[in-house]
């Protein structure tokens, strides 16, 4: 089962324009990650965010987290062409396992 | 430092068959995790290992399992396959600190299966 759903499921932008993302999940975590996928390959980690932080910025990225609504928004700055993937938040909730969001499909035109 | 591999990359098998993947975690990491993922039911937990114990699973048949080396290296095996076992198989190593929280998970570029 899943314990984050995203929102939008899928943005379509411009380079240039700013893309947020929005994470919604179901129990207390120990923290809340962020991760981007290429066409159907690997992972990668963008930004892990613990539980007692309210917001963290990595680059052109930017993370908040409000624990009391178990909500938390990617926000990118800037976008490029080469940003367009799939965006997946995945919750730590001690069991040494990820619980990964439903994910959003950012497209970014040149 | 190397990444995550994984082997094979692709693999074609038909129902009843078995499989095995393979996944060399990155240079001291301890901890792996299986991921499968599929477009319908999103990326699933699998299990995660850590020193070579399973330190947690997740709901998915007996027909799915796994073990750690020594050398931290992980395979998984699925028996008696069957079609909806086509995914995308995902591994992650990470440091895996034994009761600290989750770690960042560095993945493989995943294994993928097709069950004809």
């Known amino acids: 089962s899943q314990q984050g759903e995203e929102d939008p499921q899928a943005l379509s932008i411009q380079e240039g324009e700013n893309a947020t993302m929005n994470c919604s999940y179901k129990?207390?975590?120990?923290?809340l990650q962020w991760y981007r996928q290429n066409s159907g390959r690997g992972l990668v980690h963008l930004i892990l965010?613990?539980?007692?932080?309210r917001e963290k910025h990595s680059g052109r990225l930017r993370v908040t987290l409000d624990t009391s609504k178990k909500s938390s928004s990617l926000l990118i700055t800037a976008s490029r062409a080469a940003d367009t993937a799939s965006y997946f938040c995945?919750?730590?909730?001690?069991?040494?396992?990820?619980?990964f969001g439903t994910g959003t499909r950012l497209l970014v035109s040149p | 430092k190397a990444g995550v591999t994984q082997t094979p990359r692709y693999l074609i098998k038909t129902r009843g068959q078995q499989v095995t993947l393979s996944c060399s975690p990155i240079?001291?990491?301890?901890?792996v995790s299986w991921y499968q993922q599929t477009p319908g039911q999103g990326l699933q937990f699998l299990f995660e290992?850590?020193?070579?114990?399973?330190?947690n699973k997740g709901n998915f048949p007996g027909r799915f399992s796994g073990r750690q080396f020594s050398n931290s290296r992980s395979e998984m095996n699925v028996s008696t396959l069957e079609l909806g076992d086509s995914a995308l198989y995902l591994c992650?190593?990470?440091?895996?600190?034994?009761?600290?929280?989750?770690?960042?998970?560095?993945f493989g570029p995943g294994t993928r299966l097709t069950v004809l």
């Open positions: 240079s001291g990491h301890r901890s």
């Open positions: 995945a919750t730590d909730t001690g069991f040494q396992k990820l619980v």
């Open positions: 992650a190593s990470s440091l895996g600190h034994i009761g600290g929280a989750y770690n960042e998970q560095f």
């Open positions: 290992y850590f020193s070579e114990t399973q330190r």
């Open positions: 965010i613990r539980s007692n932080e």
């Open positions: 129990t207390s975590i120990n923290n």
